[in-house]
């Protein structure tokens, strides 16, 4: 991007210092610098053969980097970023308190499956998205149009998946998929495939982990999306800070009380309970131990 905007800049600024009977100052950033160009090929009338390798090339290449040709550059303050989910680091405190989204072009991701698991805390961490649970080969498919950000395989976490930016402002996230099926920067419309589902990466069993964010940071997908009836709640949705990510504030709240405990040799649920003035049944729910769970020495449990 940095090397195409050089040329635009060299380009247009050589054009203007040729012409002995004017002047030009061209002051363009990324966003506008094809305009300036063309514009100034228009106004000095060079002549098509001089510009129909390179010049030509650079100025009508749809598909390079400008940021003209992302979704939701504005929102996104121009950063398209095909390495990391939330490159962005914008926290919630200076979102709006409210602003509408357009739904109105939603389609499921999967056209079968059942919520197998919800959004919010799960032992240690957040459960960011909501887990459906289907067979390993089904279509996954864009929930909303837009423009793929990233292809990536994480073996720790998502498995292989796939993030699209998309027109209203959203971005989604499709993971622990079998395979995929589309390209890095594909521009696409809701419903078209993404990929196949999968059991890659840190997965329990075959499900399609599917997230919502705005502006990196995510909230409950299942507050705009009904998944039984697989439809919208509503074609323009008001996102408000208070209900859609005032689990943050409550996030933050928890892990600067949350007190843990290191497992000693022969300590057993009932002892750490005890020495710790909480009891077991507690110590089963922070840490999400069933009855027959095992704690082994070295094991860090979350006491509060």
């Known amino acids: 991007m940095k090397f195409k905007h050089l040329i635009l800049t060299t380009l247009v600024s050589l054009i203007a210092l040729n012409n002995i009977e004017a002047q030009v100052k061209v002051m363009a950033a990324p966003g506008n610098m094809k305009t300036a160009a063309k514009q100034a090929f228009k106004t000095y009338n060079i002549p098509t053969a001089d510009t129909t390798n390179i010049y030509n090339e650079l100025l009508n290449d749809e598909t390079d980097d400008l940021m003209e040709n992302h979704p939701a550059g504005d929102i996104y303050d121009d950063i398209w970023n095909s390495e990391r989910v939330n490159p962005y680091k914008v926290p919630v405190s200076s979102l709006p308190d409210s602003f509408k989204i357009d739904l109105s072009d939603f389609v499921m991701p999967v056209s079968v499956g059942r919520v197998s698991s919800k959004f919010g805390p799960r032992r240690h961490r957040y459960h960011h998205g909501i887990d459906i649970a289907l067979p390993v080969g089904n279509k996954v498919v864009s929930a909303f ?9 994480e073996p720790g976490g998502y498995g292989r998946y796939v993030v699209v930016r998309h027109d209203n402002g959203l971005e989604t996230i499709y993971a622990h ?15 078209d495939q993404l990929g196949l589902s999968g059991n890659t990466g840190r997965s329990t069993g075959p499900h399609l982990h599917f ?13 705009i999306i009904n998944f039984e009836s697989k439809r919208v709640y509503a074609d323009n ?3 408000t800070k208070r209900k859609n990510f005032g689990y943050q504030q409550q996030k933050a709240k928890s892990a600067s009380l949350a007190k843990y405990y ?7 649920l009932s002892r750490i309970a005890s020495r710790n003035g909480t009891s077991v049944s507690k110590l089963r729910k922070l840490n999400g131990l069933g009855s027959k769970s095992i704690i082994r020495p070295g094991q860090r449990l979350r006491i509060r």
Do not use: M, Q, W
């Open 237 to 239: 949705y008001t996102l």
């Open 145 to 153: 149009s837009g423009k793929v950000r990233i292809i990536d395989y």
């Open 211 to 223: 997230e919502t964010r705005y502006i990196g940071n995510a909230f409950n997908p299942a507050t």
């Open 262 to 268: 290191k497992v000693r040799k022969g300590d057993n």
């Open 177 to 191: 998929l079998s395979s995929v099926t589309c390209k890095l920067n594909d521009v696409v419309k809701a419903g």
